[in-house]
């Protein structure tokens, strides 16, 4: 079970969270014209990356804060965790 | 009764209290700190089972975790247990235990033909044997594999003990008391670190309880007592024996289950049987020691062929001799120490050592006893069926692969010595890889992954002093990076004797016209013979050599047998055994039962249950509840002999009639704040929402980015930029993560904050033509009037001195309120409208009812939005806007979405008027077509309509649109029916939908 600092709460298990997929993701704006290939993109596919990954997780049982974590997807090292509003470079 | 294999003056056993047991029937004694095993060997017996695949008998090879034979049926306090390792189940007075895998008894068993039948009976003989014809499988095939296959039988009862779970944390765990164990945990600890040491044993100090060594200058197992004794005392320790660390988790989180009760006769009323320890260790030590494995010869699983650490085990520990004519058969010089303490015991040993010339001083020390030794030789078979009777040994060729002058010698118990093999799952489970050591033909744990050490002879270490040493200073620095303390402790003198090297030597050859079965593993029946036939076959990886052949499988996890089987397979394949490999270590170590791993969460307990307020009052007034996610919500209130079809169709019709009252407290509730609250709904509905007037409620639908439907219900604008909204029960908590999602992600932009205010408020759904009669009774000084509350209008009132929230919405399509009041208050709203109701005809309705009245209605919920629907499906498109975007809009304009013949909601009419649709049944043009049949849609919810008097059913169907009039069949395989039907609309009554705005 994954040991995950929450930048509000400190560390919790993972049992406290929930996953919410690639955080990288940017949703289309409202009201803007997107082609079927840019919303499907955005929808349905995602990379699986092996290694470093930008996460979003809830922590649904907590301070239900969305916070973004660096993991490696095959060590499931967490190299850092963020706030939402954190900037990330990957 | 004496027990002629017992020693009077060895052991760490109480000998002054005797505990009687039975086993396989048969009353026995032995004393408290026995285990099953060591009473049964002092009481001479030694056939304790039979074997996996050949039914060939079994007697006890270790005495420990190792031990692959002694599976016994354990019977304790009306409960049994199946998989029990006689030589790890402590003896408690009245015990009970049968021997498993053997039909009629252990003595005779028919099982044991499969022994004379053993060509039938190849490696993969399941893969071969029971492929064809394909029609036996279900009935002759599987229920003979799963008679056949394991040990024991489960019980069908419910388990009455008590299992727990426990949350730790520590900066140290060290898992094992041996000599490393004890030292890095005492460094440690003295150091300031909170510790945790645990032993999977009854006793504390590992090898140190058999070895002759010494520290300071008291004995090893003194040393370790005082080592323990002072540990306890110490408030940031906790040591644990019986508890087995058995998985090693991601960031350091392993799991340990304690043995609480199971060595007592039963648990006491408020005692867990076993505790599951969920441990967070900031560094952890693996002590974990090392199993004796042992060489490979003739019949080398007949009842007395034991390890030579488990015969010195015996004696030591619990005063118990497996033979009184010993043969140790040994490679190397551990098995010395055993020959030795039969000595001190009276008891004349031979050793065959199997190497030329060996110069030791243990082997000195054999020798000046007395002790007969005898260079290049090593037993060739084992003679005897039930028990050892003799052994034939002969003399070895310095390339060890002939023997020379076979000679049979008499005999009683053959105690084996291969070397040791490092225990290492742990350090593999963490994701460690594993190193091969060329000087101890073992694995040993590579680089760390995870913040964890191995130590001692876990690592290969087998010198007391290297291993105390390196323990006390890892003890010390671990300690040191964590608690920032620098007390360091000088690690003992030790005293121990310089051991010379192993042969490398673990397979006796056969000898000339001969074919005994030498088995590699014992617990699954696999002999040398059974490898070489899978290598032959074409299996390679070692893997798949596991799995064919079942070497290394089972309750043992092939502890002493996975290194053997390696060097034949590296052997046959001419590799080395690191380019062999090993197979995964997975967790867990030992098997663990289900009731630890279930602890609490049992029953009722699994789940919690949650309860709106007016409960106790459902309960009073004859309420049959039901499961609603984790609340319990009424189903229908019972009248005299009604059942559920009766209550609810009487309730209904009331609502239809007169007025009822429904608890909706469990609806999802959300309080919505913040100066773009409104542009923020307007996001998340589909409908337009800027323009809604303080005190309006409006009904919504929200959807997935992909389009579909995810929740539905109604907001109500309070104030300027406050709005309440309600979610349906099952969605409220997705539905508050989902609105999270977007505010903090997507949108962090808006000011808007949300929080559930589900448990704030209780709910109470007043619905009927008489339902305004009984609003204005219950709120005497409030203006209910149409014009005043008009449908989807909202007013805050004043109900008998209690704030209360009037929003007029309708679920069940009559005119219809919903009343909140602040949780506390919701037994006395409720009693009060029961109350004022009487003079309507009031009477409450549960959620069959509220089904029964939605369904003909045609309104929509879960078993229509069921996450695979789209608006149009639902009937909801005209709730769209065409005007602005929202979430999942584009989704929308996708191909398969547009199509003219989509899925949509209709109405599903019997036409017999009589028969029930059952849910789930296929809606098809022709039943009597060929499999398998074109289905055309889905029925999503049946009731009886209370307005038609008679059945009516809620469907999905394709081309909905266009087949009202249509007649169809909807067929239920499950329930075995085919029902004529009308396809109409989905607004069975009111279709207009004049009476909520009546």
New interface residues.
Partial sequence: MLYIKCPYCGYRSQNEFAYGGDATIKRPELNKEVTDKEWDNFVYLRKSPRGKHLELWHHVSGCRQWIKVLRDTNTHEIFNTYKSEDKVET | MTQSFRLDKTGLINKNKKISFKFNGKSYFGYEGDTLASALIANGVHLVGRSFKYHRPRGFFGAGVDEPYAIVQLYRNGETDPNVRATEQELFEGLEAKSVNCWPSVNFDIGAINNFLNIFLPAGFYYKTFMWPRSFWYKIYEPFIRKAAGFGAASTKHDKEKYEHKYEYCDLLIAGSGPSGLASAYAAAKNGARVILAEDKPRYGGSLLTSDVSIGNQSGKDWADNIIAELKGMENVIVKNRSQIFGY?????LVMSERITDHLPKSDKHTPKQRMW?I?AKQVVISSGSIERPIVFGNNDTPGVVLASAAKEYMKVYGVLVGKKPVIFTNNDSAYETAIEFKKNNINPVVLDSRKNPQSEIIKEALSLGIEVKFSHVVVAAKGYKKVKSCDIAMISDNKENLIDITNIKCDCICVSGFWTPTIHLASQS?SKTKFVEDIDAFIPDKS?QKEITLGSANGVFTLDETLKTSFQKGYELSKEITNQDNKLQSPQVSEKQQSKHDKFWCVPLPNGKNYKRFLDFQNDVAVSDIELALREGYRSIEHVKRYTTLGMATDQGRTSNLNGLQLVSKIENKVVPAVGHTTFRPPYTPVTIGAIVGREIGKHSKPTRKSPMHSWHEKNNAVFVDAGVWLRPRYYKKDNEGLFEASKREAENVRKNVGVCDVTTLGKIDVKGKDSAEFLN?VYTNAWLKLPVGKARYGVMLR??GVVMDDGTTTRISENHYHMTTTTAQA?NVL?HL??YL???W?ELDVNVVSSTEQWAGAAIAGPKSRDLLQKIFPDTDVSNDALPFMGFLEANLFGVKARIFRISFSGELAYEVNVESDNGNFMWEKIIENGKHFNLQPYGTEALSTLRIEMGHVAGSELDGRTIPYDTGLDGLISKK??FIGK??L?KKAFNETDRQRIVGVVPLDKKTSIPEGSHLVNDPKAKMPILKLGHISASCWSVEHNNPFSLAILKDGKNMIGSKLYAMSPLKNKTIPVEIVSSHYVDPKGERVRS
């Fill in positions: 988790y991601d960031h350091n989180m969920y967070r994701g992954k996001r980015e992909d908590a993560s999270e999602y903090q992600i997507v962090p602005k975007d584009r989704s304009l």
